[in-house]
């Protein structure tokens, strides 16, 4: 019988004679199901939920508004987005033990596994918690968007070694949000900003968090469940963790003369440029637009352009060296100008990520709901996909199994 040591040297291969080439193909191009929430085109740059195009929401929908969207497939009556606003309001006061918990936690611990931890205890409190009727998700949905801004903006308090603030519930969800974050009551045309800014990163289809989400609940596990695996994926610096990644760049680059010959420098050392790129978009995102131009605005308004100067320079130098290496398809994303317009407003760097989660739970509980009710593809079903095995083999009977005292 070979033994695994020797069937090291062969891999599967000894048993198949196949030459096996690794691969990880990221599931690109891979089209695992049907969804009705939202699309991405990303040859053409256009993002759309339940069929709005996001330039008409941003411009003319709020994050209430939009949240009730993609939660129900219909934009609200004024009575629905009434009684949907009263009632992610009514469950903005956090479960006084996750806040208890949350003081017992180092102040220096990342916001982000702050965040994710606070996800099953959120559960805990909540009563319909074992109910699996499309009314019950709706409600640990409304719960959940209402409970994740609370303890960002809970956690930025405490560990400043402050009590959080109690909900201003006169303020919408994006200036309540920032009221309880910073102690300051928002001028209404940054909080309508701020608004916008979550109506732009609320869904965006089958991303790397969404498919986390999906993954989790396909298997009957509850919606907590799949929103903590939610967080845990965006919190990578190549998903939601680039916005802080720009923040840190465009912070290093403050005096940086030569930002061509720093660009250069990057690539030819195999280093990414942060906040461009993208898995989906081979054109600019069109909600990168959006806040290129928020940020230009807000620089003059609250005398900061240089953000605004610094990641343009960035773009148009990052962009022209990337197509002379034959690269004409990256372009800025959603992180490039959101991370100078999050630092405009006051949000710390290291909350950038938690605050695109503050607005992707919309979507996440959304595509929950979807898959757990098979709204989409009428059938739920256990995501199982298959690998190929090429680690050692050693033919159908398996390895030599060797005792621990024979082994060298
Ligand atoms: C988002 C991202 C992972 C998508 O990548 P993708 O479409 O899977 O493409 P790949 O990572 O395979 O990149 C294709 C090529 O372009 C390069 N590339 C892509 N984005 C780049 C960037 N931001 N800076 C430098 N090079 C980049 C890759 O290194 C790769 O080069 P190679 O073919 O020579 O190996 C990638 O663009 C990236 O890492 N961007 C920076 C992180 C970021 O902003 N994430 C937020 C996404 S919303």
């Known amino acids: 019988m070979v033994t695994a040591a020797a069937a090291k040297k062969t ?51 709020t994050f209430e508004e939009t949240a009730y969207l993609l939660l129900n497939d219909a934009l609200p009556t004024k009575e629905q987005l009434d009684s949907f606003s009263r009632g992610l309001v009514e469950a903005r006061r956090l479960p006084g033990f996750v806040i208890d918990v949350l003081k017992q936690l180092s102040a220096q611990a990342n916001p982000m596994d702050v965040l994710q931890a606070s996800i099953p205890l959120l559960a805990m409190a909540d009563p319909v918690l074992p109910v699996e009727t499309r009314e019950a998700n709706l409600s640990k949905a409304s719960r959940l968007i209402a409970s994740v801004a ?41 909080a309508k900003d701020f608004d916008t800014a979550l109506v732009l990163h609320a869904d965006h289809s089958f991303n790397a968090s969404t498919f986390a989400c999906r993954e989790v609940v396909s298997t009957q596990a ?36 030569d930002i061509a010959g720093w660009v250069r420098r990057q690539l030819d050392s195999g280093r990414k440029i942060m906040g461009m790129g993208h898995a989906v978009y081979k054109t600019t995102d069109p909600r990168a637009k959006f806040l290129k131009e928020m940020g230009r605005r807000l620089g003059e308004k609250l005398g900061q352009p240089q953000w605004y100067r610094l990641a343009s320079q960035i773009e148009e130098t990052a962009v022209a060296e990337f197509e002379k290496r034959g ?19 006051g949000i710390p760097h290291d909350l950038m990520t938690p605050v695109f989660a503050v ?48 082994r060298s």
Not at 224 to 247: F, R
Request: proline share 4%; net charge negative.
């Open 11 to 61: 891999s599967r291969q000894a048993g198949t004679g196949e030459a096996t080439a690794m691969k990880n193909t990221g599931l690109r191009g891979v089209t695992i199901a049907d969804t009705k929430i939202s699309d991405v085109d990303g040859t053409n740059g256009i993002l759309i939920y339940r069929g709005y195009r996001i330039e008409d929401l941003a411009a003319n929908s």
């Open 150 to 190: 609370a303890v960002v903006a809970s956690w930025q308090r405490i560990r400043q070694g402050l009590d959080p603030l109690p909900s201003d519930d006169g303020l919408s969800h994006a200036a309540n949000f920032l009221w309880q974050l910073s102690g300051v009551k928002p001028d209404p045309a940054i």
């Open 222 to 257: 509850h919606m907590y469940a799949g929103v903590a695996a939610g967080v845990g994926a965006l919190s990578g610096s190549l998903h939601g963790g680039a916005n802080a990644q720009v923040m840190k760049m465009l912070a290093e680059l403050q005096n940086e003369k």
């Open 327 to 345: 690269k004409t398809t990256i372009k800025p994303n959603v992180d490039f100008y959101s991370a100078s317009v999050y630092h405009m407003m």
């Open 359 to 406: 607005s992707r739970i919309a979507g996440w509980t959304s595509h929950i709901i979807e898959e757990k009710f098979g709204d989409a593809q009428g059938n739920p079903s256990l995501y199982r996909p298959s690998s190929d095995y090429i680690g050692n083999y050693c033919g159908r009977t398996g390895c030599e199994y060797e005792p621990v005292a024979q």
